[in-house]
């Protein structure tokens, strides 16, 4: 960690370096507006800002956009506030030369920068909030770079019915999430559909540690054959810690919440395991693209990428980049049209397409299989 | 200076306030804007605060609370009946097939906002110092468990979103004259000066024949009316408003500005307020270029201790400094019949 | 609903309350020397999780070892912020202290924010700790155990320094009138410096404890826990130190119990219980269980 007067240092050496190079071409701007600073979404904002600025780098690295154009990503800390969330989306759209913006992975947070975007007729990229529902929410503005919650959920939902055999499953979710409430009702009218029963609904809050009650509750249900715990990335490793305690050895399923080192390091190697989870689909494909990325990323960052949210702000950048290379120009209409016109962005969360009109990638899922605190890729689905 | 002279003082200020609302309407970008409607809205929040804080004593972190359900009120009721049947089933008809205009919705939040506090006030208010504060404290996370659970009425935790966004400069204005006229006239008043005498001494104001709890009840209804007020701006500025949109911090900052603009002064706790939104707005591109996450709010903190260290009162105390005298002429300065010049008001 | 459920919901109550009632018995130390409320005491317990992390994995110490260290950090910091922020202010309206102590809080949770990132991490005890003891019908870890027993020879501790030795006689007597002690020759700053002190050092064990059991640890995490401890302080009797332990149990066991025996749509509303009951305990019992009507409350 760096102290606070080395930063300081940096700051100054840094616009020391910058004034010279004023005179080059207009850079290409971008803003991302992530949760910084504050709150439980920091744990993923931040590596997603860390992905978005490997990108651009790297492009600007490789001779920039347009012509040697370089990107200028300016990160703005919403502080886990809404108003901030707002008053950044005002700040980031009055700014001179402005293209696009990136950013949220919140669902809450998306909708309340990305309304500014749309009417201003710019285009607003979200790496990470799941919400399906999220362009009809905001308008023809904004685009996800993530499957929606509902890919995901129903790919559990299938995996756990027709390969796990799972017909009788105890649902638990987060009810101060929007996020968990719409991942487990997905999965829920999907696993319901195939003809498996939900035994038990229990509910829970974001900041609560304690799980004993759920857990009994769980035990109490004999003919539960696994548990979907529907959990944000802070809550997951805990979870899954007091279940396996408890000594219970179902099988713990779970979303995209779950890609955090927390669920292997949290409950540790004895506790952690027998655990499914979906996630973009980056995690555990040893070639290509994201093998690249995780070397670059520790290269640049000096440790792997955290979660796979890093991943997806660096496509979501690349994303909004590919966009602008295509459309030749830097006009926020044109950049919209592009993304609309996406087929085949090779990602490294896997490729995305816009298809249909519908501005939410079908992205491949990967379910991951936690074993003994190791995780593996057990499958990838492609709906 | 009279009466009149006063009074017209206060209308060239108002005036000239309205030109200004009108010039930057006209002239600033969004963002800007944006920073000026929210100095406005803390304003009426950190002088409403004052009537509850600065003038009877109470010390009430419950504003958030108010807001929320001010917020949430206002937003019902202006949606229109499809999307309220589309997003909370659980309204009973004759909300959902209503739809009101902004000023009846935005009055009808401050009311529901003061209903609860009379109803919650009667036990509560009997309670005092660090007592009330955490028992207000204590609202505010009721308030939100109940939205965030009540998925049926409000939406859980998404929250209403896409809101429509009425709240413009005017607006604010408005209600920031509003509040500020009613507080000053509170102030001036006979039951203003039942609550400051709360403050300094509740046992002798007991004996002088005040009605304690009734004063206290309605300081604390008063101040949650302008925050349920506050609370439906608010949501229709941001065009969203979900369980959490008001925490506990929100409070804490409140209380800094009536604390720093010193208890009891109106003119105090509105330039505290203004100043703080814009300082804290400021530091965020120096947070920025910096990398340091979480600065402003640590400057913020700092600042705070060291007035409190270093100027307890705060900046006016109780009192009302004669801005007015500077506007206009030297006349300000005169002494009133009983030879007491106008500056010392305590 | 079996009587072995209901046990097990018990026995969690207990622990959780071992926990808060640790943190509680710091406010009421606090608040009766200096009849103020620390708000920045939920973050002391913080800083005793991350110091025990420091300890454990930077320096390698062994667990019990850690432990001692996690107290002296504790009261170090306690000693600091009652320095820093209370010493001023001492004179001032109740309400300055209060806001003082939430500026506190909040530099120290955006100083934690800035310095280790709001990332959580998770927090190993070692394998001895994580073992399973039957009691019974009951399971419970060792580390459980450990928690209940540690907050019970705290507490011990605690009460036979302030009853039978003179320094802690001395505290007593400064908490009932410190205008009186300080004529009686107590070094006044002395006792307020060891009463921060100790309720910090137990706020920060609470800490270890919290990490120990839950396993994951953040800048943010203390804050929850500290208003709760401080309702139990309240329930208690905010300045009766015997009870902020009942006032920790008795929450411990409520909130547990609320979640344990209400069908799960109730579960949500764990938070609402609390602070509700919060309200309810002050308004009927105005000095909580066993609190002295020393001062103005109602």
Redesign the interface.
């Known amino acids: 960690m760096k102290t606070i007067l080395a930063k300081v240092m940096a700051a100054a050496v840094g616009l020391l370096a910058v004034a010279p190079a004023a005179e080059a071409a207009d850079p290409i701007k971008i803003v991302a507006l992530y949760n910084l600073s504050a709150g439980g979404l920091a744990s993923i904002d931040g590596p997603s800002l860390n992905g978005a600025k490997l990108k651009a780098k790297e492009i600007n690295d490789a001779g920039g956009l347009l012509g040697g154009r370089t990107i200028e990503v300016t990160a703005i800390d919403t502080k886990n506030d809404l108003k901030d969330a707002a008053t950044g989306a005002k700040r980031a759209v009055s700014m001179d030369g402005i293209v696009a913006g990136v950013g949220h992975s919140d669902t809450t947070f998306a909708l309340a920068s990305a309304p500014l975007f749309q009417d201003k007729g710019l285009p607003f990229v979200t790496s990470g909030a799941t919400s399906p529902d999220l362009p009809d929410m905001v308008g023809g503005e904004m685009f996800l770079a993530c499957f929606g919650d509902d890919v995901q959920a129903h790919a559990m939902a299938e995996y756990a019915y027709k390969t796990l055999g799972v017909h009788n499953i105890v649902i638990w979710t987060d009810n101060a999430m929007d996020y968990t409430k719409g991942l487990s009702k997905y999965f829920q009218d999907r696993f319901t559909q195939l003809g498996g029963k939900v035994l038990l609904n229990d509910i829970y809050m974001t900041d609560d540690k304690d799980f004993s009650a759920l857990v009994s509750r769980l035990k109490a249900n004999p003919d539960a054959q696994a548990v979907f715990a529907s959990s944000g990335p802070d809550t997951a490793g805990i979870i899954i810690k007091q279940i396996r305690e408890a000594g219970i050895k179902l099988p713990i399923l779970g979303g995209d919440g779950y890609d955090t080192d927390l669920v292997s390091t949290v409950p540790g190697p004895d506790l952690s395991d027998d655990v499914y989870f979906t996630t973009h689909a980056y995690v555990g494909l040893d070639t290509g693209v994201a093998n690249t990325f995780r070397t670059s990323y520790q290269k640049a960052y000096g440790n792997p990428p955290e979660n796979a949210f890093a991943a997806l702000g660096y496509d979501a950048l690349g994303l909004v980049a590919d966009a602008i290379k295509r459309a030749g120009s830097t006009d926020p209409a044109a950049v919209t049209k592009a993304l609309n016109a996406t087929t085949a962005y090779p990602a490294v969360t896997g490729d995305i397409a816009f298809k249909n009109g519908s501005r939410v990638p079908s992205k491949p899922v990967a379910i991951m299989y936690v074993d003994h605190a190791k995780v593996n890729l057990k499958s990838t689905v492609t709906p | 200076m009279g009466r009149r002279a006063s009074w017209l003082g206060a209308l060239v200020a108002a005036v000239t306030g309205a030109v200004l609302v009108y010039a930057a309407s006209a002239a600033l ?4 804007l ?2 000026i409607a ?1 100095v406005g809205i803390n304003v009426i929040l950190a002088v409403s605060l004052n009537i509850t ?1 600065g003038f009877t004593g109470l ?1 009430s972190l419950g504003h958030p609370a108010f807001m929320t359900i001010g917020g949430y009120v206002t937003a019902i009721l202006i949606l229109s009946p499809a999307r309220k049947s589309h997003l909370l089933p659980d309204l009973p008809s004759w909300i959902a097939h209503r739809q009101w205009p902004f000023l009846a919705s935005l009055l009808a939040g401050g009311l529901v906002a003061t209903l609860v506090a009379v109803i919650v006030g009667f ?2 208010l ?6 009330l ?3 207000t ?3 505010i ?2 308030i ?3 939205a ?2 009540l ?1 049926g009425y409000t939406r ?4 209403l ?2 809101l429509p966004e009425l709240t413009n400069l005017w607006w604010i204005y408005g209600w920031m004259l509003l509040t500020l006229y009613v507080c000053w006239k509170l102030k001036h008043s006979s039951l203003g000066r039942t609550m400051l005498a709360i403050r300094e001494n509740e046992l002798a104001a007991a004996c002088l024949g005040v009605r304690i709890t009734r004063t206290r009840i309605l300081a604390f209804a008063l101040g949650a009316f302008f925050a349920g007020v506050a609370g439906g701006l ?1 949501a229709h ?4 408003v ?4 008001f ?1 506990f ?1 929100f409070a ?1 900052q409140l ?2 500005m009536v ?1 720093l603009g010193g ?1 009891g002064s109106i003119t105090g706790a509105a330039l505290a307020a203004a100043a703080l939104t814009v300082a804290t ?1 400021a530091l ?1 591109p120096v ?9 402003s ?2 400057l ?3 600042a ?2 060291l007035v ?2 270093y100027r ?1 009162k705060g900046l006016f105390g109780m009192a009302e400094p004669d801005l007015l005298a500077w506007i206009g002429k030297s006349p300000g300065r005169q002494p009133t019949h009983t030879g007491l010049k106008r500056q010392t008001e305590v | 609903m079996t009587g072995g459920y209901i046990l097990e919901q018990v026995a969690n109550g207990i622990i959780l309350g071992s926990m808060y009632a640790l943190i509680a018995i710091g406010f009421s130390l606090i608040y009766g020397i200096v009849r103020l409320i620390n708000f920045a005491h939920g973050d002391i317990v913080t800083i005793g999780a991350f110091a025990m992390l420091a300890s454990v994995a930077a320096i390698g110490a062994p667990f019990p070892v850690s432990i001692l260290i996690v107290l002296a950090v504790g009261a170090g910091v306690g000693v600091l912020i009652e320095r820093v922020a209370f010493r001023p202010m001492r004179g001032a309206p109740q309400v300055t202290g209060f806001i003082a102590s939430l500026a506190v809080a909040i530099i120290i949770e955006n100083v934690g924010i800035m310095t280790l990132s709001a990332q959580p991490r998770s927090f190993i005890v070692p394998a001895y700790l994580s073992a399973f003891i039957r009691l019974g019908s009951l399971q419970v870890r060792a580390i459980d155990l450990a928690i209940v027993l540690l907050a019970i020879l705290l507490m011990i501790a605690l009460a036979a320094f302030v009853r039978f030795t003179k320094v802690g006689m001395a505290m007593r007597a400064t908490a009932e009138n410190y205008q009186v002690a300080r004529l009686m020759g107590i070094n006044i700053d002395r006792m307020i410096m060891l009463a921060f002190a100790i309720g910090s050092a137990l706020a920060a064990v609470a800490g270890l404890m919290w990490g120990s059991k839950y396993s994951q640890i953040s800048p943010l995490m203390g804050l929850i826990p500290g208003l709760k401890a401080f309702v139990a302080a309240v329930i208690g009797g905010v300045g009766s130190i015997s009870g902020a332990m009942l006032g920790g149990y008795v929450l411990g066991l409520a909130e547990v119990l609320f979640v344990g025996l209400l069908p799960p749509e109730y579960s949500g509303y764990r938070n609402v219980f609390v602070f509700s009951t919060l309200i309810v305990i002050l308004l009927v019992m105005p000095n909580g269980l066993l609190g002295r009507s020393t001062d103005e409350r109602a």
Not at chain 2, 126 to 131: E, N, V
Not at chain 2, 156 to 159: E, I, K, V
């Open positions: 970008n969004p963002y800007l944006s920073i929210f804080n010390f036990p509560v009997r309670l005092r110092g660090h007592y504060a955490v028992a404290l204590g609202l996370f009721i939100q468990g109940l965030i659970n998925d859980g935790a998404l929250g979103n896409g608010w500025l941001v065009t969203l979900t369980p959490s949109s925490s911090l804490f209380v800094v604390v208890s707005e965020h947070e920025e270029a910096l990398n340091l996450f979480g600065a709010q640590l913020l903190a700092v705070v201790l409190l260290i307890p």
